[in-house]
């Protein structure tokens, strides 16, 4: 069966500093997507960057990046230039035939 | 955007009543959607999966006849809490797949959420 662990609990980081979130996961399938999802306190879920597992090329989307091990099966998170918008649980999941399995989050907060 | 809406945002019941929450696709059709339950400071843990038509597949240790799905339309999905106890108190969240998406175009879209309390 497949599983996604996130190790952090909890970051902090000084508002404009960059931080990573780790995640790492386990399966035997070949082709599958990573994602990870932000739910703010509003505890809206909120897609932030996805990553499809045959693409060797990281994925970025502006101030969010990943970087992606496959043969290690880590799936770690970097924010750059930290904004206290930011502040928020961060989730990692990994897909395959529509369903996510779900890391337990990382709290990130956001120092002024 | 894919906008899923999710009815009521809060609600507050006696032990022994009923709740029904509402999950809708308000602009694209979903054949899938899932139901989620959040305790605080956890993650999304997947109670049932919901299928327009057919019955829903729960996930191992959710009680079927607690817990009552019917997706009767491609675009909601019910999920009602039978006889609610304390227990049964926590955060649900719905999701759904657009039906013409595949996974990485379109991999979930979530309600805003309910806070359930039973008192």
């Known amino acids: 069966a497949q599983t996604v662990t996130q190790s952090q609990p909890e970051m902090s980081v000084q508002e404009a500093e960059t931080v990573t979130l780790s995640c790492t996961y386990d399966?035997?399938?070949?082709?599958?997507?990573l994602f990870w999802y932000k739910q703010p306190p509003s505890r809206q879920m909120i897609l932030v960057i996805r990553?499809?597992?045959?693409k060797q090329q990281n994925a970025t989307e502006n101030r969010f990046s990943v970087n992606f091990q496959k043969a290690a099966k880590s799936f770690s998170l970097k924010i750059s230039d930290s904004q206290l918008g930011d502040a928020a649980m961060y989730f990692c999941?990994?897909?395959?035939?529509?369903?996510?399995?779900w890391g337990a989050g990382t709290k990130l907060i956001i120092k002024p | 955007g894919a906008v899923v809406s999710q009815h009521p945002s809060w609600v507050i019941c006696k032990s022994g009543t009923s709740v029904k929450i509402e999950c809708r696709s308000l602009?694209?059709?979903?054949?899938?959607m899932f139901w989620y339950r959040q305790f605080p400071k956890q993650s999304l843990m997947l109670m049932a999966t919901?299928?327009?038509?057919?019955?829903?597949?729960?996930e191992q240790g959710v009680e079927k006849d607690k817990f009552l799905i019917n997706h009767a339309s491609l675009t909601l999905s019910t999920l009602t809490v039978t006889s609610a106890h304390p227990e049964d108190s926590s955060f649900y969240i719905c999701?759904?797949?657009?039906?013409?998406?595949?996974?990485?175009?379109?991999?979930?879209?979530f309600g805003n959420g309910t806070r359930l309390t039973v008192t």
């Open positions: 990553q499809e597992a045959y």
């Open positions: 999941a990994y897909g395959s035939n529509y369903q996510l399995i």
């Open positions: 999701s759904a797949r657009d039906l013409g998406d595949s996974l990485i175009n379109s991999p979930l879209h």
């Open positions: 399966t035997s399938e070949s082709d599958y997507y």
């Open positions: 919901s299928n327009e038509g057919s019955k829903a597949t729960y």
């Open positions: 602009d694209f059709q979903a054949t899938t």
